[in-house]
């Protein structure tokens, strides 16, 4: 069973930055969507950024040229490094992984099979 452990959640004022990492493990699949959301109080959950097995990167609109999702296959590593946070940022972020690879779109949590249990980045002054 392949198990997420999120960390490096925190507080920041707006304009910070953060890194958040996701230890995925030993991951027995070839091809693969990795991915990022998130779910603030209230609101539904929603996909900040996703990478797939050969690489292809896709981001939320309300993210893109501030976030930037990678992966670090040496430490089974996911990495999300945000800049430029703003209060509407604030919510709980999860790493979640699809067992094939092809279009990876962030709007596809349904199709995630595996999730971590979340990491909390609040954004306020």
């Known amino acids: 069973e392949v198990q997420l452990v999120e960390s490096g959640g925190d507080s920041v004022q707006p304009g910070g930055s953060l890194k958040l990492s996701c230890d995925y493990g030993?991951?027995?699949?070839?091809?693969?969507?990795m991915g990022w959301f998130r779910q603030a109080p209230g609101k539904a959950r929603e996909g900040v950024a996703t990478?797939?097995?050969?690489?292809?990167?896709q981001y939320a609109d309300s993210v893109k040229g501030r976030f930037m999702i990678s992966r670090d296959a040496a430490k089974n590593t996911l990495l999300l490094e945000m800049s430029k946070l703003k209060p509407e940022d604030t919510a709980m972020y999860y790493c979640?992984?699809?067992?094939?690879?092809?279009?990876?779109?962030?709007?596809?949590?349904?199709?995630?099979?595996?999730w971590g249990q979340g990491t909390q980045v609040t954004v306020s002054s």
């Open positions: 979640a992984i699809r067992s094939w690879g092809g279009d990876c779109d962030t709007a596809s949590s349904s199709q995630f099979r595996y």
């Open positions: 030993d991951y027995p699949y070839v091809g693969f969507c």
């Open positions: 990478i797939n097995n050969a690489g292809t990167k």
